[in-house]
């Protein structure tokens, strides 16, 4: 045999075995590779340096509500096209086949530590959990619903703004879920805000940030406008951290950071203290 031919594997014939392609993660922040399972198993937070990554809106609500205490409400609502926007309808059709969601929040009642309340969750994965109509009605009827029942309300934010394919009709969602709010504060309920990676634009601007109490996920970014656009428009350097939760509990606008891990059993000392006995 010649010196250049290497002779065949034996085994599978040359074919290589099929190896998957998600057993391993990367972690954004540090670069430690994370095992899939162990990644699922600490609830999507790395181990090494605690970054929290993006999850959806159901795989939330698992960690947050009592087994078997949720139940969805007004799933059947989706968005339409009011402005008549190029490839809109198209673009909600693709978007609901792909994340098997309605639109870009899930609402509903659970129970968390035995205490009852009215969730909604914003997922990013649809249309970067932004707020057209159908988002800005389940959140109005998950907190109307909130005060019928004399129960507190949790609002989940994780979104990009007001929807720009709704134009004004987006924007009049933050006047409307604030208008609810003010309603069953009036009643004496409490309203807890929990913002996680990323809660910018429209959504900071009106619910996301007049919570009772107002929480935050570690590292997570929390703003209006983006980095860039405030340094262009100040013409200044920004300071350190800079829209980090950490920051915002700096300044004021959070009160306090909780880790994914401890979520449950804050929210439900938190609806203990704050419901009325």
Excluded at 67 to 87: I, Q, R, Y
Excluded at 234 to 251: C, I, K, S, Y
Excluded at 259 to 276: D, E, F, I
Aim: charged share 20%.
């Amino acid at each position: 045999m010649g010196i250049f031919n290497k002779p065949k594997l034996r085994g599978n014939g040359g074919k290589r075995d099929a190896m998957p392609d998600d057993l391993w993660t990367k972690c954004t922040d540090c670069g430690d590779m994370i095992h899939t399972l162990d990644l699922k198993q600490n609830l999507n937070v790395c181990p090494k340096c605690d970054h929290h990554f993006l999850i959806g809106s159901r795989e939330r609500i698992e960690i947050i509500a009592d087994p078997n205490s949720f139940k969805e409400t007004d799933a059947d609502l989706f968005s339409v096209n009011p402005l008549g926007f190029d490839n809109y309808e198209a673009k909600v059709s693709m978007l609901r086949e792909k994340t098997k969601l309605n639109d870009a929040v899930i609402t509903g009642s659970l129970t968390i530590e035995g205490k009852p309340a009215v969730i909604a969750v914003m997922d990013f994965k649809f249309f970067a959990g932004s707020m057209g109509s159908v988002v800005g009605e389940k959140i109005t009827r998950a907190v109307e619903l909130a005060t019928q029942e004399k129960c507190g309300v949790i609002i989940v934010s994780s979104s990009s703004g007001a929807r720009m394919q709704e134009g004004m009709l987006s924007l009049m969602q933050m006047a409307k879920t604030c208008g609810a709010l003010a309603r069953h504060s009036e009643a004496q309920l409490p309203y807890i805000s929990l913002m996680t990676h990323p809660t910018t634009g429209g959504v900071t601007a009106s619910f996301a940030t007049i919570g009772d109490i107002n929480l935050a996920e570690p590292k997570c970014m929390i703003g209006f406008a983006g980095p860039r656009v405030v340094k262009e428009t100040t013409h200044q350097d920004l300071p350190p951290g800079f829209q980090t939760a950490e920051f915002m509990v700096e300044h004021g606008l959070v009160d306090t950071i909780v880790s994914r891990s401890k979520m449950r059993a804050k929210l439900g000392q938190l609806l203990a203290y704050m419901l009325p006995s």
